[in-house]
């Protein structure tokens, strides 16, 4: 069976750094993989899909993936109150294996 | 307005009563899915649809049952639920497969006594 791990935190960071969120995968042949955010009591939203090695970036938001090391990774920069919330690592195609997810406590 | 519609929100129910929970996408999504979430344990796909009668199973799909009649509908069916059943469910849709967005209900909470 697929597996995703993440550590589970909280993640603690002061306003305006750099917040770092980890996620490795078991299934080598994995191809598409993504971050979703899911705020407390509220649906899983998406906020960034990746596909090939390297960096892909978005605003504050920065992927990035390396198949050899099995490894996805989230930069959020200069990280807000508003960025707290569970971040949720997925891997697959027809069907996504979720990670348990890291929680991530950005501090005013 | 996009969006996924679940009901009920939340429910209550007993051991062995068969109980279904609805959920409806106005978006023409091809790609259906159900998923529960556990403390610890994160979001697991029960099932997904990749078009109107093509159903798969996902990871944990025992004691569940699903059906694609129509695209936009895609309800998700306990016959005998068991307590370990407990648990915070969503539907997704999606345009193409589970590559494209997903777009999640608002949850559906189920307690099974």
């Known amino acids: 069976q697929k597996e995703v791990e993440q550590n589970s935190g909280p993640l603690s960071v002061p306003e305006g750094a750099i917040a770092s969120l980890n996620c490795t995968y078991s299934?080598?042949?994995?191809?598409?993989f993504f971050w979703y955010r899911q705020y407390s009591g509220k649906s899983p939203e998406l906020i960034m899909s990746?596909?090939?090695?390297g960096d892909k970036e978005d605003g504050r938001f920065t992927a990035q993936l390396n198949k050899a090391s099995q490894y996805v990774s989230l930069l959020i920069r200069d990280s807000q109150p508003s960025d707290s919330a569970t971040y949720l690592c997925a891997v697959g195609e027809r069907a996504l294996t979720f990670g348990s997810g890291t929680r991530l406590q950005v501090q005013p | 307005e996009a969006q996924v519609t679940q009901n009920p929100r939340y429910l209550i129910t007993v051991t062995g009563k068969k109980l279904t929970v609805t959920c409806s996408q106005n978006?023409?999504?091809?790609?259906m899915s159900w998923y529960r979430q556990d403390p610890g344990l994160g979001l697991r796909q029960i099932y997904y649809?990749?078009?109107?009668?093509?159903?798969d199973k996902g990871d944990v799909p025992e004691g569940y049952k699903v059906s694609r009649k129509e695209k936009r509908n895609f309800p998700l069916i306990l016959e005998s639920p068991s307590p370990n059943q407990t648990s915070l469910y969503f539907c997704?849709?999606?345009?193409?497969?589970?590559?494209?967005?997903?777009?999640f209900g608002p949850g559906t909470r189920l307690l099974v006594l």
């Open positions: 997704a849709s999606s345009a193409g497969t589970a590559q494209e967005t997903q777009y």
């Open positions: 649809s990749m078009n109107v009668e093509v159903t």
């Open positions: 990746i596909y090939s090695n």
């Open positions: 299934d080598r042949g994995s191809q598409s």
């Open positions: 978006m023409n999504h091809e790609y």
